[in-house]
């Protein structure tokens, strides 16, 4: 234990579970006070007893703008804005896509992330910072992945153009390649391990990326002074074959 972010108060939207809960052990394990949100309070519950005692934790609508707006108004300030949360992934053929239902891949993972940034970052403490979570289809899409790729690359855009204006306010997002989590519970136990292994074989570090591998890079961006409008890419070398 380094400390890190000892004295710093840390908000992870989306830690529930996988990244996000990867996140808020690591930033605990840095000695910071650390506040744990997902949209069920039974699944808060259940990340809080993972946690332990040290965590605090409580339920959000992170589609109900105004209820974030009084989640921030009520928070107190704090240091570090932490923004894991997103739903299943929408992979498809776009001739078979329902363009009305599509517009939810958005709805999560870029309005949920945009409402926390707008009533957030006025509480955020000097030297503080904002991390979104994005991921390597933007840079490199594979066929039926056009929805996530857009969404993916509007939160890199979203992360820029906020570090220019929220400026000296830090914000920085991380953008993962293939990880071990529960994002790819849509899938059965047979398909999950035959992408695992088939990526497994491919990828340059010789395996998947696990929630761990990714949170480091959420507690880089954290105690990092000079890093801001960037993207961190933890892809176990995805972009370069």
Same mark, same amino acid.
């Given at each position: 234990?380094?400390?890190?972010?000892?004295?710093?108060?840390?908000?992870?939207?989306? !830690?529930?579970?996988?990244?996000?809960?990867?996140?808020?052990?690591?930033?605990?394990?840095?000695?910071?006070?650390?506040?744990?949100?997902?949209?069920?309070?039974? $699944?808060?519950?259940? !990340?809080?007893?993972?946690?332990?005692?040290?965590?605090?934790?409580?339920?959000?609508?992170?589609?109900?703008?105004?209820?974030?707006? $009084?989640?921030?108004?009520? &928070?107190?300030?704090?240091?570090?804005?932490?923004?894991? *949360?997103? +739903?299943?992934?929408?992979?498809? *053929?776009?001739?078979?896509? #329902?363009?009305?239902?599509?517009?939810?891949?958005?709805?999560?993972?870029?309005?949920?992330?945009?409402?926390? !940034?707008?009533?957030?970052?006025?509480?955020? $403490?000097?030297?503080?910072?904002?991390?979104?979570?994005?991921?390597?289809? &933007?840079?490199? %899409?594979?066929?039926?992945?056009?929805?996530?790729?857009?969404?993916?690359? *509007?939160?890199?855009?979203?992360?820029?153009?906020?570090?220019?204006?929220?400026? %000296?306010?830090?914000? #920085?997002?991380?953008? %993962?390649?293939?990880?071990?989590? #529960?994002?790819?519970?849509?899938?059965?136990?047979?398909?999950?391990?035959?992408?695992?292994?088939? !990526?497994?074989?491919?990828?340059?570090?010789?395996?998947?990326?696990?929630?761990? +591998?990714? *949170?480091?890079?959420?507690?880089?961006?954290?105690?990092?002074?000079?890093?801001?409008?960037?993207?961190?890419?933890? +892809?176990?070398?995805?972009?370069?074959?």
């Amino acid at each position: 234990m380094s400390g890190r972010l000892l004295g710093q108060r840390v908000i992870v939207l989306g !830690a529930s579970s996988g990244i996000g809960l990867a996140v808020a052990r690591e930033a605990l394990r840095e000695d910071a006070e650390v506040l744990v949100v997902s949209s069920q309070m039974s $699944r808060v519950e259940k !990340a809080l007893d993972y946690l332990g005692s040290k965590a605090q934790g409580c339920a959000l609508d992170l589609l109900d703008e105004r209820a974030v707006e $009084r989640f921030f108004g009520t &928070a107190g300030e704090f240091d570090h804005l932490v923004y894991t *949360a997103g +739903d299943t992934l929408k992979i498809g *053929a776009l001739s078979e896509a #329902n363009l009305g239902s599509s517009r939810s891949a958005f709805d999560v993972r870029y309005w949920g992330a945009l409402s926390a !940034a707008k009533h957030g970052a006025r509480h955020i $403490r000097p030297g503080g910072s904002i991390t979104f979570t994005t991921g390597v289809a &933007a840079a490199r %899409p594979q066929t039926g992945w056009t929805l996530v790729a857009s969404v993916c690359g *509007a939160v890199e855009a979203l992360t820029r153009a906020l570090a220019v204006e929220l400026a %000296p306010l830090r914000v #920085n997002a991380v953008s %993962p390649g293939l990880i071990a989590t #529960n994002l790819w519970q849509g899938m059965t136990q047979a398909q999950r391990g035959q992408m695992f292994d088939d !990526a497994s074989d491919e990828l340059l570090v010789g395996r998947v990326g696990s929630a761990e +591998d990714v *949170a480091a890079a959420y507690l880089f961006l954290m105690t990092s002074g000079f890093a801001t409008g960037q993207t961190h890419i933890v +892809d176990g070398g995805a972009l370069l074959i």
